[in-house]
């Protein structure tokens, strides 16, 4: 009888979400800012004291820096952006980005050096950060549709994942059994390449991104923490 009594309490009250893990993870990088270099890049994903979270991306050399972050909220598996921010600085020259996710005012406000475009606000749009943390939350619950709409530069794209298998990966941090995954988009000049250690509730081990002309950028993980 009692089986049954919990059988029937799951199925009234649905399945339930693990909340999120905070970690700061540490990688080796070859990004082109506009010139290619070598850089130090981090990845941190920390609740804040109001309740939402807080999720950033740096990556910094001589004379070149870029950030991300995204100000976001997580409810039932799924991640809702509220406030992304991009800046980038090389040899003095700098460029900004904010992308407001306005749900009470029906509207999404890009802002790029200051410059506003407005659109319609939708339910289920990511920015260009967040839906890196959508992909893991989809993979750990084996969803196998992978695709998502992203507000980028006053229009919404679509990124789709296509599943290439599992792989076992060794980088600085250790061994690790990924997923391995392609990035599609309408009109990509690039390939790029991701793998997700399911160990590690498919935080991104390794990035490559292979331009037209055959030039890599590379992204591989050195260490990561995680908070309790």
Known sequence: MRSWVALLSILLIGPSFAQPTP?????????DLLIDVPVTATRELVKTSTGTWRFT???????????????????????????????RSLFGRSRSISVDFDEAGGRI???VNGDPWNQPWESAVQDRLSYQLQLREDLKSGRQQLDYRIADGGQIKS???????????????????????QLVRAGQQHTTLIW??????????RLIRIDADGKEHLLNLKSVEFYD
């Open 159 to 181: 990124y789709q994942f296509n599943r290439l298998g599992e792989e076992l990966l060794r980088t600085p941090a250790g061994t690790f059994l990924c997923e391995k995954l």
């Open 23 to 31: 970690f700061k993870a540490s990688y080796s990088a070859n990004i």
């Open 57 to 87: 991306n740096r990556a910094s050399a001589f004379m070149a820096k870029q950030s991300e972050t995204s100000e976001l909220k997580f409810s039932h598996g799924e991640w809702s952006p509220l406030l992304y921010n991009y800046e």
């Open 109 to 111: 406000t890009t802002l």
């Open 196 to 205: 997700m250690a399911k160990e590690l509730d498919y935080l991104t081990i």
